[in-house]
Nanobody, 117 residues
């Protein structure tokens, strides 16, 4: 059974902010690079950002400066702070180990983000 629980999504106006959280099991989280992905309707799942066990980060170009990924290794939790949200950020957001798409790993239920006025 997949142990990934995403939360924090919702409806927000353009320019607003949200903080997403993802609680993962130790087998998925510990020592691994974690990532946030998103999938918009009719589109493929794409990488948003990733963070190494030591805190090194990478962001997809369109999210640089607006999104911040962080993790709490004591809580097996990864976060995504999203600022200056745009309608094109509307998607279901998922967390998982980095590389999950390529490996075909199981996923949690995700959390829906809708950016609309």
């Amino acid at each position: 059974q997949v142990q990934l629980v995403e939360s924090g999504g919702g409806l927000v106006q353009p320019g607003g902010s949200l903080r997403l959280s993802c609680a993962a099991s130790g087998s998925i989280f510990s020592g691994n690079t974690m990532a946030w992905y998103r999938q918009a309707p009719g589109k493929a799942r794409e990488l948003v950002a990733r963070i190494t066990n030591g805190g090194g980060t990478y962001y997809a170009d369109s999210r640089k400066g607006r999104f911040t990924i962080s993790r709490d290794n004591a809580k097996n939790t990864v976060y995504l702070h999203m600022n200056s949200l745009k309608p094109e950020d509307t998607a279901v957001y998922y967390c998982n180990r980095y590389g999950a798409v390529t490996r075909g790993d199981d996923w949690g239920q995700g959390t829906q983000v809708i950016v609309s006025s």
